[in-house]
């Protein structure tokens, strides 16, 4: 690029890593990784569990696994809707 020409992009340009911008989103939305995180234990410790599973058949213990996990990640996100809408409306000042 030249010294002559200017950045197409000023703001994506001065970010310092994709580090940083994770961090930044993650504070912006924090439910959203906890979400993931918690998706994410349900279905390891689901796949731990699969060995002692006794005499449940595979297929109904992996329904019970895909409903627990998807609870939680859309439980979080239910929670992250909600903090988001009592900052907006409920601690915002009013104008």
Partial sequence: M????ESVF????????QTS???KK?????????????FTA????GLYKLK?????????HLIHMRVAAQGFAVGALTCGV???MFKEYVVKPKE
């Fill in 2 to 5: 030249s010294p002559s020409q």
């Fill in 10 to 17: 000023p703001d994506y340009e001065t970010e310092t890593s």
């Fill in 21 to 23: 911008k994770l961090i």
């Fill in 26 to 38: 993650f504070k912006e939305t924090p439910f959203v990784p906890i979400g993931m995180g918690g």
């Fill in 42 to 45: 349900v279905v390891a410790y």
């Fill in 52 to 60: 002692h599973r006794g005499d449940m058949k595979l297929s109904l």
């Fill in 82 to 84: 909600l903090y988001s």
